[in-house]
């Protein structure tokens, strides 16, 4: 079962790269991600047995991140498959910058959506650091084509420092690994271990020095994939020139991933009594992850960036939550589920939006509700759902974090927070509504041109799937939550 | 055996300073391959015997990074024209110093942290911070993409210098999947390199400032 | 013994004049000439020494006393550098710094008699020289600490008898090419500085001394031969030589690693080119850092 979800993709990915036919691999990658889907459910309603020892396999933690990664994917490659049809071959110009780009080949880009998919599958299989680096890695090298898929200048920088900058960080986590080993060890150096279980169990016969190097280079090298301040320079580059459905992958299910590792490495310091040092380390960078992406995302003048600074703001939120352990985890855990949803859809409305005014300044696009009603619509409804409103589902997460903030002696995490949420409500919102209300400018085409159900439909269906979050969370996800939040050095409500 | 891995410690220390003292590209990659294939020894002579995991990782390693990268990476050069660092972010001569302070400092990090157990070499733990922090600087102080890519490989060294206190300890499938990530990663930026020569005419990743905020 | 170490200051005096000759024969093999005789240092200084000497109106007694001051102040050296494990005449503790400290003197001395002549090329040259000090001082110090250090001693009599025997192979190895750099640029040789390109405004020794002649011009050159010995002695007592027995064994030891020193300077300066003048700074610094890391791996 664990092989088939993570083979599935990956030798659909090779086929994709053989395949002639544009229309056959359309299908191919929705087919996969369907199929993957399925599999996926299958392994929620009934977990395969896997051995204690065993490198891969999902615990409950594993399952989540799976799910959320495997939802997301379908719902994009329906999107994808769509946009790929009505992207135009030849030369095309890019009306901000004036550059001329082609597109890269679609082959390559479908290839690599589909070993991204087996990458991301691995990430959450992994229950061995170093295979758990490896897939982590191997998610930057699987995504860095995709970024550079419109071949112009800007996209090639973006790539450029994603892959440097990813690559190096990630490099020192490979160096936290080996730290962890050191502080696994027994004396005369043999038996280090890197699998998360068996650290776990080792507790706190760990050393603790090498323990805490390790956990700082895990969280330095992990934060920088997951976009946590001040390592998130790559991150608003790379998701606005990304194409929209890859942007909405990179924010909604990559940067979960890396968040895995950091939760990996935290439950072995909170197993070993050091909760309290990386639990303050992580509320740390997501309080400071907060406010820096507060203070980006007012008067931003790119749409698709303010979503970036707005993820980088999200994620600063699950590194506070998943800190202050305890409930706040299991809220961390539900918000991740949460914002991937919102900011999937999003980034897919963005992508419509972009399609449809050909400019990702905020200035120019105006109107959104005359010429897109549909994409206008869920844009002012991923607004209040990105801002943590009810009834959605991600003010229910950021009120369970924010009611464990408010223990006593940190209330001032709870308050910077909130002030944090405040800013970028208010910059945010401006935002949105000035695109979104508005006279529609004469060079359109007149208001009322019908959007294609595949292009509204997944952002609709994930919005939707938030909405019920925010009203009723179903008792097999609240299980799983609870049982993660325990697994990872939690507690559930 | 020591004094073999005291050595190659030493030399990893010595290619480290020349690599921050050299502005030929071409030089600076011979460097970075020797440095790989001394390396690739380092498994050996660290634990004294040949097991056949050792000798697979080195050899491997020692092929990657001693005939595959420098041959990608010379393919790079004589594509896109490029034969020397013109004008590094930051010179040669402040270079050579600051990297001075680093060794200092890698020195003194090694002394704090002492391995639990015997280490192969008490150098081992310095040669491999220092060789870490040049890759590291090389990617924030040079302005050529390939310096980067350079430095990125310069960085892997160290971090598998220092794996070596633990090679035992990681199994041998993780460490060829490093590995292979690792060569990935340097073809891609290799392949990207070229895409930027083409786009911009230069390499200079220093001049690549368009996305930042407030820029139109 | 007390009277034995004397020779070696005595020898010194005496054969230094050989050096620069036996680097130019060596040169000259290379290049298929011949070469100059081997007595023609001494013809030389013997030709200066008689002349009588010419002086500006516009130089003062610093111009006279520059020459003197650097002979004078390579003697002291002389006086506590050991050679081939045999202890030199003085010997106390924190010699070597007094060691630095002379060569120092001696280099501001000539350095300010350059200056004394009011001529912006000796200026020029006079820059140059400070310029490169400023990277070869602290290296020489730096390697001195470092070899204080691994011996555990602050004489450089002691301290070069423990090399002799010690084998700690890679501190030798870093020193070695450290103190080989530092030999070669406060020699003038090239790559730092070219000893025949009289008149070039890429040179810096040579060109500090265009207006020295006669008996100040003979010591200058006898001083700069006694410098290639003292730098060179440093270098020799690096070479594992053992302990040997007997003082003269021991001399004729020393001196054989320091003519031998001039041979390899021969045969560097006939297959390199001399470096571009920006780059030496560079060259210098890397001495520096071999030196530093020689330090660096006594203390860890």
């Known amino acids: ?493 | ?216 | 013994m007390k009277l034995a170490s004397w020779l070696h200051p005595i020898l010194a005096v005496a054969l230094a004049p050989l050096l620069p000759v036996l680097i130019q024969r060596v040169k000259a093999l290379f290049a298929g000439r011949c070469g100059p005789p081997w007595g023609q240092g001494y013809r030389d200084l013997w030709k200066l020494l008689r002349k009588g000497g010419t002086y500006s109106r516009t130089t003062t007694w610093v111009f006279r006393a520059g020459p003197i001051v650097q002979f004078a102040c390579l003697l002291v050296a002389l006086l506590v550098v050991p050679a081939g494990g045999l202890s030199a005449p003085v010997a106390f503790d924190g010699d070597w710094i007094l060691l630095a400290y002379v060569l120092g003197l001696g280099r501001f001395f000539t350095v300010s008699a350059a200056l004394d002549t009011g001529s912006s090329f000796e200026g020029m040259g006079a820059s140059r020289e400070v310029q490169f000090a400023v990277f070869t001082e602290p290296a020489l110090l730096i390697g001195l600490a470092a070899l204080a250090r691994e011996t555990q001693s602050l004489s450089l009599s002691p301290i070069y008898a423990e090399l002799a025997t010690g084998w700690e192979l890679p501190l030798r190895i870093l020193l070695g090419a450290g103190f080989f750099i530092l030999y070669l640029a406060e020699n003038c040789r090239i790559p730092v500085d070219d000893p025949n390109t009289h008149l070039e405004l890429t040179m810096i020794h040579e060109v500090m001394v265009l207006d020295h002649g006669a008996v100040d011009f003979g010591f200058i050159q006898w001083g700069s031969a006694l410098k290639l010995w003292v730098l060179g002695a440093l270098w020799a007592g690096l070479l594992p030589l053992g302990t040997l027995p007997g003082p003269l064994t021991r001399l004729a030891a020393g001196a054989g690693g320091i003519l031998a020193l001039a041979v390899l300077t021969g045969i560097v300066e006939s297959v390199t080119a001399r470096v571009r003048l920006l780059r030496v700074p560079q060259l210098l610094v890397g001495a520096g850092v071999l030196c530093t890391l020689g330090l660096l791996l006594t203390i860890r």
């Open chain 1, 1 to 493: 079962m664990t092989l088939t979800l993570i083979l599935l993709p990956a030798v659909a990915a090779a086929v994709a790269a053989a395949i002639r036919s544009d229309r056959l691999r359309r299908a191919l990658l929705v087919a996969t991600a369907g199929a993957h889907a399925a599999l996926t459910a299958a392994c929620w309603i009934r977990p395969p047995a896997c051995a204690p020892e065993a490198w891969l396999g999902f615990d409950a933690a594993g399952r989540l991140f799976l799910g959320i990664a495997s939802l997301l994917f379908l719902a994009v490659a329906v999107y994808a498959a769509h946009r790929l049809s009505i992207e135009s071959h030849g030369r095309q110009a890019e009306e901000d910058t004036g550059s001329i780009f082609v597109n890269a080949p679609e082959a390559v880009h479908t290839a690599c959506l589909l070993a991204f998919l087996a990458t991301m599958t691995l990430v959450a299989a992994s229950r061995h650091l170093g295979v758990l680096w490896v897939a982590v890695e191997a998610t930057t090298l699987a995504t860095a084509p995709l970024i550079y898929f419109h071949r112009q200048p800007r996209s090639l920088e973006a790539t450029w420092k994603y892959l440097l900058v990813c690559s190096v960080g990630i490099a020192l986590a490979l160096l936290g690994n080996f730290l962890l080993v050191v502080a696994s060890a027994a004396p005369d150096g043999t038996g280090g271990t890197l699998v998360v279980r068996e650290l776990v169990a080792q507790g706190a016969e760990l050393r603790t020095p090498w323990l805490k190097a390790a956990f700082v280079f895990l969280l330095v090298g992990y934060g920088t994939k997951m976009g946590l301040a001040p390592m998130h320079t790559w991150l608003p580059d790379a998701h606005s020139e990304a194409p929209s459905p890859v942007s909405a992958l990179l924010s909604g299910a990559l940067l979960n991933c890396a968040f895995l590792g950091i939760l990996r490495a935290h439950s072995i310091c909170s197993a070993a009594g050091l909760g309290g040092f990386s639990g303050n380390l992580l509320a740390g960078f997501g309080l400071l992850s907060m406010g820096i992406a507060a203070a980006f995302l007012v008067n931003q003048a790119d749409y698709k960036r303010l979503l970036a600074y707005s993820s980088v703001e999200h994620m600063g939120l699950l590194a506070l939550g998943a800190g202050l352990g305890g409930v706040a985890l299991y809220g961390a855990l539900l918000h991740a589920v949460n914002h991937s949803l919102v900011k999937a859809a999003l980034f897919m409305v963005a992508g419509n939006l972009l399609a449809a005014y050909r400019t990702k300044q905020v200035a120019r696009t105006r109107g959104a509700l005359r010429l897109l009603p549909v994409s206008g619509a869920l844009w002012l409804a991923g607004l209040l759902a990105i801002t943590g409103m009810p009834p959605f589902g991600t003010f229910a997460s950021e009120f369970t974090m924010l009611r464990a903030a408010f223990a006593p002696g940190r209330e001032w995490m709870a308050v910077v927070a909130l002030l944090a949420l405040a800013v970028a409500f208010a910059g945010m919102a401006r935002t949105f509504l000035s695109m979104a209300l508005g006279p529609v400018s004469d060079e359109f085409e007149p208001a009322g041109r019908r959007e294609h159900r595949a292009a509204f439909g997944p952002a609709l269906a994930l919005l939707a799937a938030s909405l019920w979050l925010g009203l009723w969370i179903p008792n097999g996800l609240n299980g799983l939550l609870g049982h993660a939040a325990r697994l990872l050095g939690g507690d559930a409500p």
């Open chain 2, 1 to 216: 055996m020591q004094s073999g891995t005291g050595s190659l410690l030493i030399f990893l220390i010595l290619t480290d300073l020349l690599l921050l003292g050299s502005s030929r590209l071409r030089n600076a990659i011979r460097i970075a391959a020797a440095q790989g294939v001394a390396l690739g020894l380092l498994p050996w002579l660290a634990h004294g015997h040949l097991t056949g995991s050792a000798l697979l990782l080195g050899a491997g390693s020692a092929a990657l990074k001693g005939v595959v990268f420098p041959a990608l990476l010379n393919r790079a050069l004589r594509e896109i024209h490029v034969r020397r660092e013109i004008e590094p972010l930051i010179g040669y001569i402040p270079s050579l110093l600051i990297g001075t302070g680093v060794l200092a400092a890698a020195f003194a990090f090694g002394a704090r942290l002492p391995l639990p157990w015997e280490s192969p070499s008490p150098l081992l733990v310095p040669a491999g911070l220092f060789t870490l922090w040049t890759g590291l600087f090389l990617i924030m102080a040079r302005g050529k993409a390939i310096t980067q890519v350079l430095g990125y490989i310069v960085m892997e060294n160290g971090i598998f210098a220092l794996g070596m206190a633990v090679v035992e300890a990681m199994p041998l499938l993780v460490e060829l999947g490093v590995l292979l990530d690792v060569f990935v990663a340097v073809f891609v930026m290799g392949i990207l390199v070229f895409h930027i020569n083409r786009e911009f005419d230069h390499i200079d990743a220093d001049q690549l400032d368009a996305l930042k905020e407030g820029a139109p």
